[in-house]
């Protein structure tokens, strides 16, 4: 994984070259048989398209079968998913998936992320995911009693775990004067709940298992995979305070694994606003319906807490460039089921959960990982 953060002296084509050699040096090998690129939107980011061969290119891979994945936020961890059946068919043995995004270059970020929503019925008429975000809020509030102040717990913790975290975009603590005082962008949601506009990249090495240790001494299993969709806008959601896509991509990745919600000891997921954090880790069945906030409040998410969630600081520290925001919670994880996390490190993590969502949650992918 590459730093995150306004890195204005490193392309996209430095970025996936960065990740890629890094991963390709971690396992030892100089070469793989298939490269897939989760990147939501390069070419409207910086005028680049043909995202897959560029990438095989810049990694000294050329004649490598390449692709771009886009799924919206979710991109990084649907390429994941589809590295994996390459690898599970037997139509590859070494695929590297490779998470990027260099959205400060462009000049109107909000807009060009606003493609990921129903941009006829949403974006057209001037909707934002920070008021998109800031509906679903609203909503949960109403609904459930949750409070501003649990809001600004997530971001607190999210920034106490990010200066930990030497790859962050901000590695710097926040207090609850900080949020509260931070500007407004969409009613409830202020500066302080939203996560940055990054630059950044992650990838893996997938392999079979019966041969990850011959790369590795201590190698990482994708125990599960789940992947679901949802209506792209809002005003077609029978609720607006749940994620149907997150819980039905849970409910399919802890079948495959065999596991519950109670045996999954660190998660990253996926909290591109405050609000998004407390709905996730309902949908995934960490607490009932409408106890996220509650439980953020109790400490419950927190490291030493029942379910440590975000250990790396999240995507409101750690940052999210989106096309590489999957891949860099895989990486996250795979850290801590190795116990290389230092000062972030969840005592005695076996298994872990990365959850990743594109738009409002019209489509998510959860990956269950295991230390082996």
């Known amino acids: 994984m590459t730093p995150f953060g306004e890195l204005w002296d490193r392309s996209l084509r430095n970025l ?8 390709l040096e971690d396992a030892g090998i100089d070469r793989v048989d298939s490269l897939l690129v989760g990147n939501m939107t390069a070419g409207m980011f910086v005028g680049q398209e043909h995202v897959g061969a560029m990438a095989a ?41 490779c998470g990027v995004e260099k959205m400060n270059d462009v000049t109107d970020a909000t807009d060009a992320l606003a493609a990921a929503s129903d941009r006829e019925y949403e974006a057209y008429y001037g909707a934002t995911f920070p008021s998109l975000y800031a509906m679903m809020a609203r909503a949960h509030m109403e609904k459930y009693g949750t409070t501003v102040e649990q809001l600004n717990l997530v971001s607190i913790k999210a920034h106490r775990l990010g200066a930990k975290n030497p790859l962050a975009q901000f590695r710097r603590e926040v207090t609850m004067k900080d949020v509260e005082n931070s500007p407004m962008v969409a009613e ?14 992650a990838a893996v090495i997938l392999c079979p298992l019966e041969k990850a240790k011959d790369f590795n001494a201590r190698p990482v299993k994708i125990a599960g995979i789940g992947a679901a969709t949802a209506s792209l806008a809002l005003h077609d959601r029978t609720d607006l305070c749940s994620l149907e896509a997150v819980r039905l991509a849970g409910q399919r990745a802890y079948e495959m694994a065999g596991r519950k919600p109670e045996d999954i000891d660190v998660a990253e997921v996926h909290d591109c606003f405050a609000i998004a954090e407390i709905m996730n880790i309902e949908a995934l ?3 009932p319906e409408g106890k996220g906030g509650p439980a953020v409040e109790a400490g419950e998410t927190d490291l030493g807490g029942r379910i440590p969630v975000n250990m ?9 460039p989106v096309g590489a925001t999957g891949v860099a919670q895989v990486v996250e994880i795979y850290h801590q089921l190795r116990g290389e996390s230092g000062e972030r490190q969840v005592d005695g993590a076996k298994v872990g959960l990365a959850q990743n969502m594109g738009g409002t949650g019209a489509s998510s992918v959860v990956h269950i990982l295991e230390a082996i």
Do not use: N, Q, W, Y
């Open 16 to 23: 996936l070259a960065d990740a890629g050699r890094a991963a």
């Open 57 to 97: 290119d810049a990694m000294g891979l050329l004649g490598v079968p390449a692709a771009r994945i886009e799924s919206a936020c979710a991109s990084g961890a649907a390429a994941l998913r589809l590295g994996f059946f390459e690898v599970a068919s037997g139509a590859a043995d070494l695929v590297m998936v």
């Open 188 to 201: 409830p949601l202020r500066v302080m709940h939203c996560s940055p506009v990054t630059d950044g990249a």
């Open 285 to 287: 069945g960490f607490v």
């Open 312 to 320: 790396s600081g999240g995507l409101k520290s750690k940052g999210h």
